[in-house]
């Protein structure tokens, strides 16, 4: 069954901080005719997925930017609350090409217009999103604002956003209270960086699952008895996340299996004295070839960082066990002196291809070894 969702345009227009300028149609929140002037403000990214947006939307690793969907019709199969990857969505807007108007999926609840409105999320559509996204290659991502207020107040707005460098955005999406996910045979205590729900209900599938927030000291995760430490994704400049670094290293020294995704790989890193630096536009989509060094074969994965992890300066402390076909930018690591091992990209896949999901059964035998 198909149904339409009829609304009428109202011009909105998105500035970068360079002075670029898309003219386009708001949706979302703020695009009724009798709303107030919306602004909304980020750095400005693109994401080369071809579906799954509702999911991406809802990353909480999207903390502070504003997403740029390359493929050019989004919203066609609606949105269903079975898809949200959090509990409230951290992004800052959405940008798209066009937005389907009808919506057609047996799972649909609503159309993507109205999930964002009840999210608060404003959005631009109607935008040349090819030459967007073909600057933010040439130029690197960048601060930009959108809205229907005036192009100099949105320039305005633009040049004053600073992005997700030095900024600690794990502060704004990590749990403020402990809870329990699933009940498999491991205990497995997950710092909550930003984790997804796909990643937890991996976890959930062989182990009661420990969610705690990103402050949580090593007393307190050895006080819960874990036969295996996570680490998961989440936003921003891991040299943001302050203390972080300095309890897994304490973790480390337990001896417990510890696995780390995206922004827990950089935490890792620099928990064993390594670097990390930002990419000019980070790695955001689902078709991300990466070559596993020890089988070389090539996964197709999910990934979504703006940060990534300086190798070299890991070469005493660490095994590279993955790279980046496109840009030979670190992907995964093993620690040679611990019981830990990390990847940058998504195994879990919430979008995105399975290849990679053998990395939760490495995890199983470490914690069986142990």
């Not at 670029?20 to 002037?37: D, L, T, Y």
């Not at 109205?114 to 073909?134: E, M, P």
């Not at 604002?145 to 320039?155: H, I, Y």
């Not at 390594?274 to 994965?301: D, Q």
Request: glycine content about 10%; overall charge neutral; hydrophobic content about 35%.
């Amino acid at each position: 069954m198909t149904q339409i969702s009829k609304t009428k345009i109202k011009p909105a227009i998105l500035v970068l901080n360079d002075g670029s300028v898309f003219e386009g149609e708001a949706i979302g929140a703020g695009s009724s005719e009798i709303s107030e002037p919306v602004i909304s403000k980020g750095e400005v990214v693109f994401h080369t997925g071809l579906s799954g947006y509702q999911e991406i939307i809802t990353d909480p690793s999207y903390a502070g930017q504003i997403i740029t969907f390359t493929t050019p019709h989004i919203g066609n199969y609606g949105t269903t609350n079975l898809d949200n990857e959090a509990s409230k969505v951290f992004a800052r807007g959405v940008i798209v090409r066009e937005l389907a108007r009808r919506r057609s999926n047996w799972r649909s609840d609503d159309s993507l217009d109205s999930f964002l409105k009840q999210n608060n999320l404003a959005g631009i559509a109607g935008i040349d999103t090819r030459r967007l996204t073909r600057l933010l290659r040439d130029s690197g991502s960048m601060p930009g604002a959108f809205g229907t207020s005036s192009q100099e107040e949105l320039l305005k707005v633009a040049k004053s956003e600073k992005g997700t460098a030095g900024k600690n955005l794990v502060a704004e999406v990590t749990t403020t209270k402990s809870y329990i996910h699933g009940s498999g045979k491991f205990t497995v205590v997950a710092y909550d960086f930003g984790i997804k729900t796909t990643m937890l209900n991996c976890l959930a599938e062989f182990a009661t699952v420990h969610v705690v927030s990103a402050t949580t000291t090593a007393q307190e995760v050895m006080a819960l008895s874990p036969n295996g430490i996570f680490l998961s994704n989440g936003p921003g400049d891991p040299e943001m996340v302050h203390g972080a670094p300095a309890t897994i290293r304490e973790l480390l020294g337990t001896g417990i299996p510890l696995f780390g995704i995206c922004l827990g790989h950089q935490l890792l890193a620099l928990a064993l004295g390594g670097k990390t630096y930002k990419l000019p536009f980070g790695h955001h989509g689902a078709n991300h070839p990466v070559r596993n060094i020890a089988t070389n074969s090539v996964e197709i994965t999910s990934q979504n960082h703006n940060f990534c992890v300086d190798a070299d300066s890991l070469a005493t402390k660490a095994d590279v066990t993955h790279i980046n076909l496109n840009d030979n930018t670190n992907e995964g690591l093993r620690v040679r002196d611990a019981n830990a091992f990390s990847v940058q990209y998504h195994p879990e896949a919430g979008p995105g291809p399975h290849d990679s999901r053998y990395l939760f059964s490495q995890f199983v035998q470490m914690m069986d070894r142990k």
